[in-house]
């Protein structure tokens, strides 16, 4: 199996906390952290590990890619976390993320509908599948073109709204219309991967229903590049 990280070297920045209140722990996650720990002893430093430590009841709700970075929720009591978890398995999650990705998008606003898969032989790299993948769908919107300095070097920074919440599903759709996302030392070809020290894909903003006040409740982070 390949791995998933060929050198882990986590930032040491200080926990960033959103929000905090008896039933949620709202947290900005740095690019270059793992969601969870990993098998390995040199994996075990965390966004979990580390908000545990200055939230002890803080309980896992979803998933964030190491490379990625933004609002990552978590629970602090077992009820808050199964509502949670019943609001991202339901698509009632509204989640918005900002991407940077190679190319010029001629159109200012569009959808990628391709379902998606595990590569197993590859993994942990997802592929779309037309006959065995789950459905998938991820909403985008043209924010800026960023000129060129030399041919080809082409950015379009978007807004993307994934329907879904399949693995590397932001990623592989980009790379499945030709704009893969910069930075993207998984998908994007080297010249791409090379143009940024860090995967451009930021999760925005997150809205979902307090579990306890039923109020709707969105928290942002700064787009760090």
């Not at 509502?83 to 001629?106: P, V």
């Not at 993994?123 to 909403?139: C, E, I, S």
Request: net charge neutral.
């Amino acid at each position: 199996m390949p791995s998933v990280i060929s050198r882990y070297n986590p930032p040491q920045s200080a926990l960033s906390v959103l929000y905090q209140d008896d039933d949620l722990f709202v947290l900005d996650k740095p690019s270059g952290l793992l969601s969870v720990p990993g098998k390995s002893a040199e994996h075990a430093d965390s966004l979990e590990t580390r908000a545990k430590a200055a939230c002890e009841d803080a309980l896992l709700v979803h998933r964030l890619d190491m490379e990625t970075s933004g609002v990552f929720i978590m629970a602090r009591t077992k009820n808050a976390q199964r509502h949670l978890g019943l609001q991202f398995e339901h698509r009632n999650a509204k989640k918005t993320y900002i991407a940077r990705i190679a190319g010029h998008l001629e159109q200012d606003e569009g959808h990628v509908d391709l379902p998606l898969i595990c590569d197993w032989p590859n993994r942990p790299k997802q592929m779309v599948d037309h006959q065995n993948g789950k459905q998938a769908l991820t909403r985008w919107q043209v924010l800026a073109r960023e000129g060129k300095t030399q041919p080809g070097d082409e950015i379009t920074r978007v807004r993307l709204l994934p329907e879904t919440g399949r693995s590397h599903q932001l990623r592989v759709h980009m790379l499945a219309i030709g704009h893969p996302i910069v930075g993207d030392q998984l998908y994007a070809p080297p010249s791409i991967q090379a143009a940024a020290d860090r995967l451009q894909l930021h999760a925005q903003s997150l809205t979902i229903l307090h579990p306890v006040s039923k109020e709707f409740l969105t928290f942002s982070a700064s787009v760090p590049f």
